[in-house]
């Protein structure tokens, strides 16, 4: 299995799903994207195959004519290192992460007391939507959630009655689970949530039989997921282009 690629999928997959559910998805043959002008995210014009000038000029035409944010992430496509093409058109990088992927069948994942809730109404859309902008400080709007939620799982963990933090589970075929807006409040941060909840995700991810789990992590994240068994497969620059 070529995990990088699933790794990608899964993360392009969630894209497409929430852009699909509002109405906002636009595809081609070099790029898709989608444009939601009441939420943060997921703002995103991905590239599916290396672009040339001609397709990064109408990309920039659709970024430029927006007056949402819009994030173009990187990676290399088939050994494509099309990095400097973005900066000499004016795309600034505003955040660096590592794709990461674990053979979660291999471990032995054990549940912790936290408490771990699935968004199902309005009033969990709301929440999650508060912890998450807490915690990442910027907004995934509730509507996204609700129009979502009997597809992927957004996850509220709890400490007793006290919300600790969000995350977001997306199953992607039949193997691989991908672990995406994990965040901590700060005010719950430097107790070990963190580690419990992925601990419990992963445990519910392996007992449902799915046997790789993938993720984006930051610098800031990087070796508790080390530290869980995740591997480095590759780096995603995340670009806007400059106004």
């Known amino acids: 299995m070529d995990l990088k690629q699933q790794n990608i999928d899964n993360l392009t997959s969630l894209w497409h799903l929430i852009n699909r559910n509002a109405g906002t998805a ?14 943060d995210w997921p703002n995103r014009l991905w590239f599916k195959n290396a672009p040339e ?4 000029n109408l990309a920039k035409k659709i970024i430029s004519s927006s007056t949402t944010k819009i994030t173009v992430p990187y990676w290399e496509i088939n050994g494509n290192d099309y990095s400097p093409l973005l900066e000499n058109n004016g795309f600034m990088k505003i955040l660096e992460q ?3 992927s674990a053979d979660i069948s291999k471990s032995d994942f054990i549940p912790s007391e936290v408490t771990i809730n699935k968004v199902r109404d309005e009033r969990t859309a709301l929440l999650w939507e508060s912890l998450f902008q807490k915690a990442f400080k910027y907004k995934i709007d509730h509507k996204l959630l609700l129009s ?7 996850l509220i963990a709890y400490d007793n009655a006290t919300p600790t933090g969000t995350a977001l589970m997306h199953y992607s075929g039949n193997e691989v689970v991908g672990i995406h807006s994990m965040g901590i409040i700060p005010e719950m941060r430097r107790k070990g949530y963190a580690e419990k909840m992925m601990h419990s995700m992963l445990f519910e991810a392996a007992k449902k039989g ?4 993938t993720l984006q ?11 869980l068994g995740f591997e480095e497969q590759f780096l995603m620059r995340n670009y806007t282009l400059s106004k």
């Open 148 to 154: 979502s939620y009997d597809e992927v799982d957004y």
């Open 53 to 56: 000038q001609t397709n990064l």
């Open 217 to 227: 992590a930051s610098e800031m994240g990087k070796n508790l997921y080390l530290k």
């Open 98 to 100: 590592v794709g990461m």
């Open 26 to 39: 636009v595809t081609g043959n070099v790029f898709d994207y989608g444009i939601i002008n009441y939420s």
């Open 210 to 213: 799915y046997g790789y789990a």
